[in-house]
Structures are given as C-alpha cells and as structure tokens.
C-alpha cells in the first residue's frame, strides 16, 4: 500500500515503566477525551509491556463505520476469552464472511421484535423481582438490576432461568472480562479456586439449557436463541462445532450481565438525582400501565423514558471503547496504522464534547426533542459500538430499558440510601455505579401496592 504519511502519533504522557497503566484501569472515558483534546483524534498509549494507538473523535467512528471491516478485526480481543470457554471462535472474535454468517443465525432471537413478542413475560419477571424488594431496606443497585435483566433474557432467549446460577455467573463473566479481555486485572486471577467454582456452576448451567433444547423436549411453541444455534451446528457441524457452542448458547446469560443491567443502574441513580424527569417519567408510565399492562405499542410512545435512557447511554456508556488489530495497514488524520498494530477506538468521546453536546456534564434530556436531535449528528453518539460488530442486541436493549425501568418507576417509589451518595462509578470490567450504590422501597404503588394491602401480614 502507498503511504503518505511515515511520522508516528504522538504518544500520552504517562508515568516511567508503567505509562498509562493506571488511566487505562480507571475512567478510561475521561482519559481519552483529554487526550483527544490535547493531543488529536490519533495518540499512544502505553500499558506496561502493551501499547495501542487510540483512534477517536466523530471521525474515527465513521471510519470504523465505513473500513472498519476492511482494515480491523476482532480475532486477538476476544481469543483468549473464548479460549477459556473451551472455543476456537465466537461472534465477537470472527470477522468476515463467517462473522457474518454467524451475526445473521443470531440476530432473530437477540432483536426488537423478539422482545416485543416477550413483552409479557419481561413486565412479568420485573414485577416478581419488584415485589421481593424489601420495604424500607438498602438494596444493592446494580446487583438488583442485574437480577431482573439477566432472569428476562435467560429466560425468554435460552429458555432457562438463570436465578441459582447468577452469584457464580457475575464472578465467572466478570473475571473473564477483566483478566482476559479489558487485561486490567492479572491473567492469574482465571486460576484461582473461586473462579474455578463459578466455572463450574456455569458449565452446569450450559448444561440445562443443552438438555432442555434437546429435539425430543422441544415440541411447538415458538424457537428461541438457543434453539436457532442448535439448528445451525446440525445443518453445518463444521461451521458452528460443539466445541464452539459454549460461548454462544451462554450469550444470553452473559449478554445483559453488564450492559443493561449496569445502564438501568446509572439510569435510576440519574432519576433519583433528578426528582423531576422521575416524576414525567412515573407520570407516564401510570398511564401507560392504565390498562394493567404496557404494550409494544406502548413502550415505542415511552417518550420521556426513552429521552432519559438516551441521556444515560450517553452520560455514562458501559463500553467506553472497542479494542481490534490492525488487518491491513491505513491512514488515519495523517498517520499510517500500521497492520498488526493493536488499536483502541474510543468511541464515546463524542459524548462529552461540548461542541456536539453543549455543557456535556449536564444531565439534559432535551438534547434528544426533535428540534435538537443532537445524538443523530454523524459519528457523535455510539453507545452500541461501531462497525461490523456493533451490538446486535441494540434494539432489545432499547425496549427492555424502557419496559423494566418504566415497570419499575410504576411499581414501587424508590429513594437513594443513603440520600446524599454521589456517584462513583467503579471501571472494572465494564464501567458501573459503585458497590455504595443502593437504594430503597419508600413506598408500594401500582400493582404491588395492591397485592400487598390485600395480604393479610
Ligand atoms: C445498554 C445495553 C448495551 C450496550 C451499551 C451494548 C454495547 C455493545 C457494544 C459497544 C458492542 C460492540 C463490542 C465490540 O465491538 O467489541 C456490543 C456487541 C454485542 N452486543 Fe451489546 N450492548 C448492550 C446490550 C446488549 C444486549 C441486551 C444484547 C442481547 C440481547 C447484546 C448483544 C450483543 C452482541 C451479540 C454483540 C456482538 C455483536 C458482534 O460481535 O457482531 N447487547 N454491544
């Protein structure tokens, strides 16, 4: 390829030996956007023995967008993760042809309309989590939250509950994540007894959801997930092989864990902080339920639960970034990436620059009315990831944000505990709110007001 720039980035300021190993283990959102400011939309990083060249800015999701597949792949970020599942490849670390292939056999039981055909059971399974939520007691967070996503996706795309199972499923996804994707704790950890436990309760679990997809135990009913890859690995045993199905058939159990769960958490923290968007936000969510239940109908007019969740995928995105290796050397802002270099899109710097999104600290969810509209301007709000591996499960996300936080906001009247805790978002694997985020039931309404007026206790 004919090159006209040869210089190299310019690299970040960072300490001897270590370089940036401790920005990159910390708010690597905030990191980046100074960097970008000071430095440009192309820059190095250092993290003891790895390096990167950090692409960002609008420019550089668009140009994900646009060569990403050409010139990135995934392969190297996720090897090793795939590798302790006992795999040679999943979605996440194929490119291509094959990635494609893989992406479409997927996208079924992981989008929109699958989750509006599930509506029922999604409003079902908050409001059971809801009503176990003690009166008047701290409750974790984010750990609450995790337990509803992660019960709706198990249960309506692998067909399973994975209730028993989620103590050792957080340990077991976020080890993996930490130590073998982000690398921001040591390889060793996926070693020790704990986490070797968590293995092995997980494997358990994988072996449910195989038995109960099973062809003789499947009879009618609509197929989920699970039963799309078990058709895939019987038509093309060498495409989709056993070896290959843990990581995939896991997917639901793993794929809400930290990403709606920690989004619902940040965004509850915003509506507690924020008294009135949660009164709009009730507001509409009582007359949305004014009929007992929501329906897809219902949840696409959720206007202002919707402009709140916009806000929080902005404000506090739990993937701040992407990781990929350069396949095939290009130019970026005059620079030649060479290929083999290992490359980090910062992708939500947009987010919190002020030229696209003015007094970017301020939680406003005016940004996103018609007559602003600022997320739709090119490459500045990326939330789901950029490119050929952007999130396949963008559209469920957006509908089971709305239906359990608006459930939520109309079930129980919640308020922080203690109520002046100022967030603290903790970065490891993927950012969240802190262990000190917790909240409680001031009071029962809705539906759960009802039931429990009626119980004789
Ligand atoms: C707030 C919620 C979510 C956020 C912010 C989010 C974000 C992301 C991002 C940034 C990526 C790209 C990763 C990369 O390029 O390395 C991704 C990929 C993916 N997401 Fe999500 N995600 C969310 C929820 C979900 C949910 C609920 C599902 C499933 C129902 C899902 C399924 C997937 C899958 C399967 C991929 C891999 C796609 C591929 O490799 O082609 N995500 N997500």
């Not at 023995?49 to 646009?66: C, I, K, M, S, W």
């Not at 008294?275 to 219902?298: C, K, N, Q, Y």
């Not at 990781?323 to 802002?333: G, L």
Request: proline fraction near 8%.
């Amino acid at each position: 390829m004919e090159t006209t720039a040869s210089h190299a980035p310019p690299t970040a300021p960072g300490l001897p030996l270590v370089g940036d190993t401790f920005a990159l283990a910390g708010d690597v959102g905030a990191f980046f956007t100074r960097q970008y400011l000071q430095l440009g939309p192309v820059f190095r990083v250092r993290a003891l023995h790895r390096a990167f060249t950090v692409l960002a800015g609008p420019e550089a999701n668009l140009f994900v967008t646009r060569e990403g597949s050409k010139h990135l792949r995934s392969r190297e970020t996720w090897m090793e993760f795939d590798n302790e599942l006992g795999a040679a490849r999943s979605m996440v670390s194929m490119d291509g042809a094959e990635h494609a292939r893989m992406r479409k056999a997927q996208q079924p039981g992981y989008s929109r309309s699958f989750i509006h055909e599930h509506l029922h059971d999604v409003i079902g399974i908050t409001r059971r989590e809801v009503a176990e939520w003690p009166l008047d007691k701290p409750i974790p967070g984010v750990y609450a939250l995790q337990r509803i996503i992660t019960e709706q996706l198990g249960t309506i795309a692998a067909g399973v509950s994975p209730r028993d199972y989620l103590d050792d499923m957080i340990v077991f996804v976020r080890t993996l994540l930490a130590a073998r994707v982000t690398h921001q704790r040591p390889a060793l950890l996926t070693r020790t007894p704990r986490f070797r436990r968590a293995r092995k309760r997980v494997e358990e679990l994988y072996a449910t959801v195989r038995a109960v997809h099973e062809p003789d135990r499947r009879s009618g009913g609509q197929s989920d997930l699970v039963d799309d890859l078990m058709a895939l690995h019987h038509v093309d045993p060498q495409f989709l092989p056993e070896t290959d199905l843990m990581p995939a058939v896991l997917g639901p159990f793993i794929a809400g864990l930290d990403t709606v769960g920690s989004t619902c958490a940040f965004m509850l923290y915003a509506l507690l902080k924020h008294p009135d968007l949660l009164d709009r936000m009730t507001a509409e969510a009582d007359a949305s339920f004014a009929h007992g239940t929501l329906t897809a109908e219902a949840v696409r007019h959720l206007d202002v639960t919707h402009r709140v969740a916009l806000e929080t995928l902005r404000m506090y995105p739990i993937a701040p970034a992407i990781k990929r290796t350069v396949s095939n050397t290009f130019e970026f802002a005059g620079y030649t990436i060479p290929a083999g270099e290992k490359v980090i899109v910062a992708t939500t710097v947009p987010h919190h620059l002020p030229q696209y999104f003015p007094d970017p600290e301020r939680f406003d969810i005016e940004r996103y009315t018609p007559e602003r509209q600022e997320h739709r301007q090119p490459g500045v709000f990326v939330p789901f990831g950029a490119g050929s591996h952007v999130c396949l499960g963008a559209g469920f996300a957006e509908v089971s944000i709305a239906a359990t936080m608006a459930t939520i906001v109309h079930e129980v009247e919640l308020a922080l505990d203690p109520p002046d805790y100022i967030l603290k978002t903790s970065p490891v694997p993927t950012p969240s709110p802190d262990d000190r985020f917790r909240f409680r039931v001031a009071r029962r309404r809705g539906r759960a007001a009802e039931a429990s007026s009626g119980r004789q206790d």
